[in-house]
């Protein structure tokens, strides 16, 4: 392999998204090739500028509560049978420069419903909006699915975290007397895998400790909560210290199960299932 | 009714992704208020298009197509500009995405890794606005077969935009670095 294809394939190397056999070719010329070890430097490098310093544009809390007022209305579709177009598509279509226009109006019509909404989101935490709170125990993918939206409730919260410290001294012991088992996570975070903080949560029946850690832009959630009763999914096999666990995908994110004694451990996240197993083997105890 | 609930339950799980659909808004319109009326319009189409969500599929690559899709078919047309040409839309002569902006010394390596905020968004913001879609999605952890979906073209034509933005960003972070 030259190094011309080598540096094709850099980021895909360092992303882990090349085939095994390919990889290998890629590591081998490394291996040998100071120019193109400098150049997997300067891939990472940016990598790492764009990931950690490139300034980042969320959404407002406003805006965010009027999409969900939106989005809980009766459908435009639904009342009358066609798809009616908004006030910016309009002035779009017209040719309109009032880019801001659709806003403004759609602001000024949503007043009522948004002062609602913002009084029910103050009193109420979003994620007690959600369905499939109540429910027994149960089948196997749907514990993947209940975790996926715990890992979505995290995202999606004003306030995901009752407490924030990336300090695991004052994150655990925030659990006790919270909850009626000690979720034992020897992990305290690195700079790999940060640790943000900690919640309470629910698993279908039961509480569990929320855990949330960063990896780059993305956020991890693991829950760990009592294993009794619940029926295990299937997935690819994957070991994660003593313990059996599953390796799985639900809508696009990453999930990791594994049993530890009484306790279930659940990791959630959009990065992928190999970042996920290092994260896991670090709480799990099992790498430096 | 259980059609409501499949609504309201996408509808929850596509506000997880507001955040991420308004930070490319933010990087195309590059500016606040058109970002949010781009963000809410995303929203609105694909609350109107939900039946045809399919369950399974990656919601967030969907939310990224519709988005780009109201960008390129509303914004560009009202601004009467297309596309918007970038560093990374013209090929230096003799060279490729293969060759460029590989830095010269370690002092130049240690140099790009204090660039500034300041100095990464302005590189990124000299791409072209394809160049900068496909930059940020890859940053949003989109696999290239996603990434293609959103953009519209092959598998294969994403890599090389990839590759040539990202050889556009290091030639001028160098450059910054000087």
Same mark, same amino acid.
């Given at each position: 392999?030259?190094?011309?294809?080598?540096?094709?394939?850099?980021?895909d190397?360092?992303?882990?998204?090349?085939?095994?056999?390919? +990889?290998?070719?890629?590591?081998?010329?490394?291996?040998? %090739? &100071?120019? %193109?070890?400098?150049?997997?430097?300067?891939?990472?490098?940016? *990598?790492?500028?764009?990931?950690?310093?490139?300034?980042?544009?969320?959404?407002?809390?406003?805006?965010?509560?009027?999409?969900? @007022?939106?989005?809980?209305?009766?459908?435009?579709? !639904?009342?009358?049978?066609?798809?009616?177009?908004?006030?910016?598509?309009?002035?779009a279509?017209?040719?309109?420069?009032?880019?801001?226009?659709?806003?403004?109006?759609?602001?000024?019509?949503?007043?009522?419903?948004?002062?609602?909404?913002?009084?029910?989101?103050?009193?109420v935490?979003?994620?007690?909006?959600?369905?499939?709170?109540?429910?027994?125990?149960a089948?196997?993918?749907?514990?993947?699915?209940?975790v996926?939206?715990?890992?979505?409730?995290?995202?999606?919260?004003?306030?995901?975290?009752?407490?924030?410290?990336?300090?695991?001294?004052?994150?655990?012991?925030?659990?006790?007397?919270?909850?009626?088992?000690a &979720?034992?996570?020897?992990?305290?975070?690195?700079?790999?895998? &940060?640790?943000?903080?900690?919640?309470?949560?629910?698993?279908?029946?039961?509480?569990?400790?929320?855990?949330?850690?960063?990896?780059?832009?993305?956020?991890? *959630?693991? $829950? @760990?909560?009592p294993?009794?009763?619940?029926?295990?999914?299937?997935?690819?096999?994957?070991?994660?210290?003593?313990?059996?666990?599953?390796?799985?995908?639900?809508?696009?994110?990453?999930?990791?199960?594994?049993?530890?004694?009484?306790?279930a451990?659940?990791?959630?996240?959009?990065?992928?299932?190999? !970042?996920?197993?290092?994260?896991?083997?670090?709480?799990?105890?099992?790498?430096? | 009714?259980?059609?409501?609930?499949?609504?309201?339950?996408?509808?929850?799980?596509? $506000?997880?992704?507001?955040?991420?659909?308004? #930070?490319?808004?933010?990087?195309? *319109?590059?500016?606040?208020? +058109?970002?949010?009326?781009?963000?809410?319009? *995303?929203y609105?189409?694909?609350?109107?298009?939900?039946?045809?969500?399919?369950?399974?599929? #990656?919601?967030?690559?969907?939310?990224?197509?519709? $988005?780009?899709?109201?960008?390129?078919?509303?914004?560009?047309?009202?601004?009467?500009?297309?596309?918007?040409?970038?560093?990374? !839309?013209?090929?230096?002569?003799?060279?490729?995405?293969?060759?460029?902006?590989?830095?010269?010394?370690?002092?130049e390596?240690?140099?790009?890794?204090?660039?500034?905020?300041?100095?990464?968004?302005?590189?990124?913001?000299?791409?072209?606005?394809?160049?900068?879609?496909?930059?940020?999605?890859?940053?949003?952890?989109?696999?290239?077969?996603?990434v293609?979906?959103?953009?519209?073209?092959?598998?294969?034509?994403?890599?090389?935009?990839?590759?040539?933005?990202?050889?556009?960003?290091?030639?001028?972070?160098?450059?910054?670095?000087?």
């Amino acid at each position: 392999m030259s190094c011309r294809d080598v540096r094709l394939h850099l980021v895909d190397h360092l992303r882990g998204r090349l085939s095994d056999a390919l +990889d290998l070719e890629v590591r081998a010329h490394l291996a040998g %090739c &100071p120019a %193109c070890q400098r150049a997997a430097a300067v891939e990472a490098a940016l *990598t790492e500028a764009l990931e950690e310093r490139l300034p980042q544009y969320p959404a407002s809390v406003a805006l965010k509560r009027r999409l969900a @007022v939106e989005w809980a209305r009766p459908s435009v579709e !639904t009342d009358t049978g066609e798809a009616a177009p908004t006030a910016w598509t309009t002035a779009a279509s017209a040719g309109s420069p009032a880019v801001g226009a659709h806003g403004r109006r759609l602001r000024r019509a949503l007043l009522p419903a948004l002062a609602a909404a913002i009084v029910l989101l103050a009193l109420v935490p979003l994620a007690r909006l959600w369905p499939g709170r109540a429910g027994s125990p149960a089948a196997g993918p749907r514990l993947v699915a209940e975790v996926v939206t715990d890992h979505l409730r995290v995202l999606a919260s004003q306030h995901p975290l009752d407490v924030q410290s990336g300090d695991a001294h004052q994150v655990r012991p925030w659990f006790a007397g919270r909850l009626d088992f000690a &979720p034992a996570v020897a992990f305290d975070g690195d700079a790999e895998f &940060p640790l943000r903080g900690g919640a309470l949560g629910y698993v279908f029946d039961r509480k569990a400790a929320v855990l949330v850690y960063g990896h780059r832009l993305h956020t991890i *959630t693991l $829950l @760990v909560f009592p294993a009794a009763g619940l029926e295990w999914p299937q997935g690819s096999p994957r070991t994660v210290g003593a313990s059996a666990g599953v390796a799985t995908t639900e809508r696009g994110y990453a999930v990791l199960l594994w049993r530890q004694g009484p306790l279930a451990y659940a990791l959630v996240s959009d990065v992928d299932l190999a !970042t996920l197993g290092r994260l896991a083997d670090r709480i799990g105890g099992t790498a430096s | 009714m259980a059609e409501d609930a499949g609504r309201a339950a996408l509808g929850r799980e596509a $506000l997880a992704y507001a955040d991420a659909l308004h #930070n490319l808004a933010r990087y195309l *319109t590059q500016n606040d208020a +058109d970002a949010e009326d781009l963000v809410q319009e *995303t929203y609105a189409r694909a609350l109107r298009a939900s039946s045809r969500f399919e369950p399974g599929t #990656n919601l967030k690559a969907w939310l990224f197509t519709i $988005l780009r899709n109201t960008f390129v078919s509303l914004y560009r047309k009202r601004r009467g500009s297309p596309v918007v040409s970038g560093l990374d !839309t013209v090929e230096p002569v003799g060279l490729d995405s293969a060759d460029q902006g590989w830095l010269l010394d370690d002092v130049e390596l240690d140099r790009l890794r204090r660039v500034v905020a300041e100095e990464i968004a302005k590189a990124l913001g000299a791409l072209s606005e394809d160049a900068r879609t496909v930059v940020l999605l890859d940053l949003e952890g989109l696999t290239e077969g996603e990434v293609a979906q959103v953009m519209g073209c092959a598998v294969g034509t994403v890599k090389s935009r990839l590759a040539r933005a990202r050889a556009a960003l290091r030639l001028a972070l160098r450059d910054y670095a000087r």
